[in-house]
């Protein structure tokens, strides 16, 4: 399946779950899912977040994918929005949907961090490992958009930073 040139650009969008001093509030969702020897969710949401260390996920994400988290491939303790959670860790295929096409989208591997009664209107968070070591993402607030593209779109803007 052919991808469209990146950068990906999505608009953000209104988290339905929360305001700010009776406001809308806006965030980087982008539209994901996940997939495992044939199994695949439906799209979800995923939320852009560069203060998260990995990819977390709702358990029922698990069972719907037949994962058997007690076979897992590890166990972290996580803080996510004011508590502390357990995840435990199966790598799995994600899918980056592009916003305007249906049928166009980037799909790697990566250890998924699955939370046991988490179950958020943003079943996914996108964080470094996983997916910020992916692709070079952009986000601006102002424009309320986020660009996503290839990894090493910010080198070729800015050079190598880091030797």
Known sequence: MAEPKTPWLYPYREDPQQTRLGQ??????????LAIEGASTPGLEGLIDTGADAILASDLLAD???????DNEGEELHAVGGRTVVARYKTVSLRLHHHDDSSARCEWEA????VDGWHSFGLVLLGSVGFLDHFTVTASRFSQ????????GFDD???????
Request: hydrophobic share 55%; net charge negative.
């Open 145 to 152: 958009a986020v660009a996503v593209e290839n990894r090493d």
């Open 111 to 114: 250890p998924v961090g699955f």
């Open 24 to 33: 809308p509030v806006f965030r980087p969702f982008v539209p994901v899912s």
């Open 157 to 163: 803007r800015f050079g190598v930073v880091l030797a």
């Open 64 to 70: 719907e994918l037949g994962l058997d988290l007690a």
